[in-house]
Every structure is written in structure tokens, then in C-alpha cells.
């Protein structure tokens, strides 16, 4: 016993380390899933915030020229010099303003510029600057030129007391790889790889791969209009972390369970002993041995061991005399029935003890689930005939209708009798329903199909087979051919036709 203890702490320990080992794998990754999406919430605020700072060096120039009387004046004059010297053109020469686009136009349009990047044609057509010039407020427009995206804010031009708009005055910065390398820079050289501008994402989910590379993709919306910047970053620090704690997290668990498995089977082997007597004990009872009576053996690991003992052996004492008096009875019921099946009718008994043999074979060929009963309701299956008149019972003619209607009486009559005792609702339909047809039309209830429970079904077939082949005083038997014969006209109307068909494999 032992022994087997001591398997199924190890296998219980094993399950254990298992279930533990897969939580903590599950927990790791749910921590490296949450070490990942901090440290991509993290960079994409850094890449917001460097697009802020784009647009917001877009600002600058902007409200430096847009908001200035004199550049009005010389608007209205179409001053072209004057406004490439002050307003448009040199800021697009300048090297340090970093600045790509310039665009300006009067109210009436009649008068427009572009400098810098050519999208002169693109900004005019587009649906911000329509908002600028219409509602006088400030836009921001998204345009693809030559494979880069380029930033452009339009805003009206005002007098310098932020009054009588004028035209539209515009300020764009193309993010090429120049600005790229700046912002990965910004967010982080040295484990930012790649960065693309993207009309569309490349990671339509976050990527992970080998707890190191770490992809994903940041929609960024600049007016109406959406980029995404896929990012591609090296972080091989985070590799390292997540299998270190992994493993050692690991290690842990397989010594704590090993302490758990030394601790339990020294207390297991002091217990054993006393378990195996009260198994061996339990077992003689279990077999029949009711006088067997356990040792009561004082443990103080387990004292429940001593209450097991005490309790199984009152039990069996109390099983003991409870089963003398079920087997004086139960002996003294079916001398009373068999005896009282002999009174009026000699070839009852035996034709009861044959269909009973038949309805037992047929049982078992079927894997029905409870033989016991069946052999039992077949030796009982005419006990209701107790109730009917010799005369009638044992007529050699034919009988009438009245008489007929008489004999139909002895199922219910069977099921009367027996329906009060401890055998079994199984025992009892066989009795009662053993002359239902399989169609409908038998007795005493009409029951049809599958209606008709399957021991009763059972007993039917094996009922009829042994009358047409059993001698009575009055004819002989047919043979067994003509009486399959019999069997088989009757299937689907009188018997379950599949249970015909086994029934006849087994003559």
C-alpha cells in the first residue's frame, strides 16, 4: 500500500509541477505582454510627441508671417520681391529654418505662390485650404509627394491685430529619412531599428518575436487624413530579463515541491501500516465475511483511521443481521410464489423455467443491463395465471371470447401481485407488458415501439417461441423451423424486428 501511496504522491506531485509550471509560463507571458505594451505605449508617446514638435516648428513660422499687416499691404500689391525677401522664399533657402514648403494666396486667388516642394496645384485643390480661406481657421493637411509624407499647416492671413483675413498662408516639412533618423533618435537609437512612413500598417496586431524584436504599428492622424509608422526595435535586455526570471522562478517550484514530496511520504509510511489493516478488514466484509471485526489501531497522525475502524465495525454487525433477515425472507417468497405457480397448471412452471432460459440468452446477446432481472421476470412472467379458473386455464378446445378476455387478465393480474414486493420496476414490466405488441395492438395497455420496455420485448419473443414448440395435452409442439417461421412473420407487427433477428441466431 505503501507503495502505491507513494506513486500517487509523486504522480499528484508531478500533475503539480505541471499545473505550476504552466501557470507560471502564463504568468510570465502575461507579464512580458505587459512589459511590451508599456514599452510601445511608451515610444509611441515619443513618436507623438516628436510629430508635435514638427507641427508645432510649423507653428512658429506661421504666426511669425501670417499675422502681419505688411505682409497684407504687399499681398494687395502682388510686391513679389518684397515678399520673398521677408515673407515666403527665403525661408525655404534657409538651412536651418528646415522648412520645405511655403505656399501663399490672396482672397480672390488671383494671386498664388509655392516655394520649396511643387504642390502648389495639390494645396489648392484640397479640401483645407477651401476651409481656410471660406472659415478663416487654421488647417492641417497630410500630402504624399515623391514616396515621403509631407506636414502642412494653413492658416489666414491677418492684420496684426489678428483681424481682416486676407488669403492663406501655408508652411509644410517633408519627413524623409533625414526627419526619420531624427525621431529615431529622439525615441530611442539604439534599439529603434526601422521606421517607415506608411499609407496603410504593415502590424495589424502587436509582434513578438523570440522575447527581442518587438513590431508594431502607430496610426497617426494629421487632420482628416491617417500615416502609420511601423516600428520595428531591438531590445535584446528584455530577452535576457524574461528567461532569467522564468527559469529561476522554475527552480524554485521543483525544489519546493520536492520538500513537499519528502515531508508527505515519511508521514504516509507512518500511516500506512494501519491502513492496510483496515483495507484487509474492509475487504473480508466486502466478501461476505461479516463476523470480521477491525483492530482498532490508535494513530496520532490520522486519528481518524480509529474512527473509520470503530464505525466500519458497527456497520458490520448491523449488515450482518440485516442480511440473515433478507435472506430468510427472500427464500421464504419464492418458495411461496413457486408453489403457488404449480396449483392449477403443471406446464406453467415449466414453460416459466424455459422462457426464462431464452429470455436470458437473448439478454446477454443484446449486452442488456440487467440479465438478473430478465431471468427473473421470465420465471415470473405467467404468475398472474394464479388468478385464473382452472377450467378456463387448462381447456384442451378452443376458448371463447369471454374466456379469452379472461385469460388477457393475467399480466395485470401478475403485476397485482407482485407490484407491492422488493423486486425490481424492471421485474415488474416484464410481467406486466410481456403480451404489448410491437405495433400497438397487444394488452392489457396497447403500449407501441419503443414504448413497450425492452425487458418486456425480450420476454414476448422467448414467451412465444417455447409455446409453439412446447407439447400440451391437447397438441403437440411444432418444430423449431416452422416456429422461426412464426417469429419472423411477426416482426414489426407483433416483436421488435431487430431483436427477432438476434433471437434466431442464437436457436
Known amino acids: 500500500m505503501y507503495k502505491t501511496m507513494k506513486h500517487v504522491i509523486i504522480l499528484i506531485s508531478m500533475v503539480a509541477i505541471i499545473a505550476m509550471g504552466m501557470g507560471i509560463a502564463i504568468i510570465n507571458n502575461h507579464a512580458w505582454d505587459a512589459l511590451v505594451d508599456e514599452y510601445i505605449a511608451d515610444k509611441s508617446r515619443q513618436v507623438e510627441y516628436f510629430i508635435s514638435e514638427q507641427g508645432q516648428s510649423l507653428q ?17 500689391a502682388e510686391d513679389e520681391l518684397w515678399m520673398e525677401e521677408n515673407a515666403t522664399k527665403y525661408i525655404t533657402d534657409s538651412e536651418t529654418m528646415n522648412i520645405d514648403l511655403i505656399f501663399i494666396s490672396n482672397e480672390n486667388q488671383s494671386y498664388m505662390r509655392s516655394y520649396g516642394t511643387d504642390l502648389m496645384d495639390v494645396v489648392r485643390n484640397s479640401s483645407a485650404f477651401k476651409l481656410t480661406l471660406e472659415e478663416n481657421t487654421q488647417n492641417d493637411l497630410l500630402v504624399w509627394h ?3 509624407v509631407v506636414l502642412i499647416k494653413l492658416v489666414p492671413i491677418m492684420d496684426n491685430e489678428r483681424e481682416n483675413p486676407e488669403g492663406v498662408y501655408g508652411a509644410g516639412r517633408t519627413l524623409d529619412q533625414t526627419q526619420i533618423k531624427k525621431m529615431k533618435s529622439a525615441i530611442g537609437e539604439n534599439t529603434i531599428s526601422k521606421i517607415d512612413v506608411a499609407k496603410s500598417p504593415i502590424y495589424h496586431s502587436q509582434i513578438s518575436e523570440n522575447y527581442s524584436i518587438i513590431s508594431w504599428s502607430k496610426p497617426f492622424r494629421y487632420g482628416n487624413q491617417k500615416i502609420y509608422f511601423n516600428i520595428d526595435a531591438n531590445v535584446p535586455i528584455y530577452q535576457s530579463l524574461f528567461r532569467n526570471q522564468r527559469k529561476h522562478i522554475f527552480i524554485i517550484v521543483i525544489l519546493l515541491v520536492a520538500f513537499v514530496i519528502v515531508a508527505e511520504l515519511k508521514i504516509f509510511k507512518k500511516i500506512s501500516k494501519s491502513l492496510e489493516v483496515t483495507i484487509e478488514s474492509v475487504h473480508k466484509i466486502s466478501n461476505g465475511d461479516y463476523k470480521s471485526k477491525l483492530k482498532i489501531h490508535e494513530s496520532k497522525y490520522l486519528p481518524e483511521i480509529t474512527l473509520l475502524s470503530e464505525s466500519i465495525n458497527r456497520m458490520s454487525s448491523e449488515i450482518e443481521n440485516n442480511m440473515e433477515k433478507i435472506d430468510s425472507k427472500y427464500i421464504q417468497m419464492i418458495e411461496i410464489i413457486a408453489n403457488a405457480m404449480e396449483i392449477n397448471d403443471s406446464y406453467t412452471h415449466k414453460h416459466n423455467n424455459l422462457v426464462s432460459d431464452y429470455a436470458l440468452s437473448l439478454a446477454i446477446a443484446i449486452d442488456y443491463e440487467d440479465t438478473d432481472a430478465v431471468e427473473v421476470a421470465g420465471k415470473l412472467h405467467d404468475i398472474g395465471k394464479i388468478a385464473i379458473p382452472y377450467h378456463i386455464l387448462n381447456k384442451p378446445g378452443r376458448l371463447t ?16 401481485i407482485i407490484k407491492d ?3 425490481n420496476e424492471r421485474i415488474k414490466d416484464g410481467v406486466r407488458y410481456h403480451h404489448e405488441w410491437y405495433d400497438g395492438t397487444g394488452y392489457p395497455l396497447q403500449l407501441k415501439g419503443d414504448a413497450i420496455p425492452l425487458i418486456a420485448q425480450i420476454i414476448a419473443i422467448a414467451d412465444v417461441f417455447d409455446a409453439l414448440t412446447s407439447d400440451r395435452p391437447y397438441r403437440d409442439g411444432m418444430s423449431k423451423e416452422a416456429a422461426i ?12 424486428p431487430k431483436l427477432v433477428d438476434v433471437f434466431i441466431t442464437l436457436l
Not at 60 to 76: F, G, R, Y
Not at 401 to 416: A, F, L, R, S, V
Open 60 to 76: 512658429d513660422v506661421i504666426e511669425t508671417n501670417a499675422v502681419w499687416t505688411d505682409l497684407i499691404v504687399a499681398l494687395d
Open 146 to 148: 515623391e514616396g515621403y
Open 401 to 416: 371470447n369471454e374466456e379469452y378476455e379472461i385469460i388477457k387478465k393475467h399480466p395485470e393480474e401478475g403485476y397485482k
Open 421 to 423: 414486493t422488493d423486486f
Open 485 to 496: 417461421e412464426i417469429l419472423i412473420k411477426g416482426r414489426g407487427t407483433q416483436f421488435n
